[in-house]
């Protein structure tokens, strides 16, 4: 059974660029959540896709946009890269309400 | 005010001791969940233990519990018979009310396992 899975796993882009992170979620889950975790600091709640939708979201720019497909696979698109971007980008999988399971996460760096 | 707050930054055990890491929290939902997770210098974030704010009993995992006293609002973890392994940061994170709500996590403590 596949765990949450996510691509690439490093990722080298300049300011002002446009990125595109993918996720596939654990079998059986159809929650997607993406957080973003600056170097030192925990986990900050992007947002959540459930049924194609985004359900929540936290206090990020809409710079930060995703899409949930009909397979429960996830993108995170951010547009008009800062350096204040460069981060660990975690996406989380879940069944409904039960526990969020992480992927190995992207790096992201802006230079 | 933070949500989640974990005091210590790092802490050194040694190998095949118990630990304790640190967890308080703040909340005014009566119905919360509690999670700690383990995330190697590798970057992903492993679950390891789930304590809900009705649940009357302490979680425990394996080598993992989890002490929690609602009155005093923390929720801390135990590691039984430490292992090298073990080494890694530790995040206490809490999802409030009901539904899927979002992970509000700490600041993490860092975890050294000594031979």
């Known amino acids: 059974d596949a765990g949450v899975t996510q691509s690439p796993t490093h990722l080298i882009k300049t300011r002002g660029q446009q990125v595109t992170l993918r996720c596939s979620p654990k079998?059986?889950?159809?929650?997607v959540s993406w957080y973003q975790q600056a170097l030192g600091q925990g986990p900050q709640f992007i947002f959540q896709y459930y049924e194609e939708e985004e359900r929540q979201r936290g206090n990020f720019p809409d710079r930060f946009s995703g899409h949930q497909f009909p397979n429960y696979s996830s993108e995170l698109n951010v547009n008009a890269l800062l350096l204040g971007d460069s981060a660990l980008y975690l996406c989380?999988?879940?069944?409904?309400?039960?526990?969020?399971?992480f992927g190995p996460g992207t790096r992201l760096t802006v230079l | 005010a933070q949500k989640i707050t974990q005091t210590q930054p790092g802490m050194f055990v040694q190998e095949k001791e118990a630990v304790t890491l640190d967890c308080t929290y703040d909340t005014s939902d009566q119905s919360y969940g509690l999670f700690w997770y383990k995330q190697p210098s590798s970057g992903e974030m492993i679950f390891l233990i789930y304590?809900?704010?009705?649940?009357?009993q302490n979680a425990t995992e394996g080598r993992y519990s989890l002490n929690f006293q609602k009155a005093r609002k923390s929720a801390n973890l135990v590691i039984s018979a430490s292992q090298l392994g073990d080494s890694a940061m530790y995040f206490c994170?809490?999802?409030?009310?009901?539904?899927?709500?979002?992970?509000?996590f700490g600041k993490g403590t860092r975890l050294s396992v000594i031979a």
């Open positions: 989380a999988s879940s069944y409904f309400t039960d526990t969020q399971y």
């Open positions: 079998s059986g889950h159809d929650t």
């Open positions: 304590q809900g704010s009705y649940d009357e």
């Open positions: 994170a809490m999802r409030e009310g009901r539904g899927n709500t979002p992970l509000v």
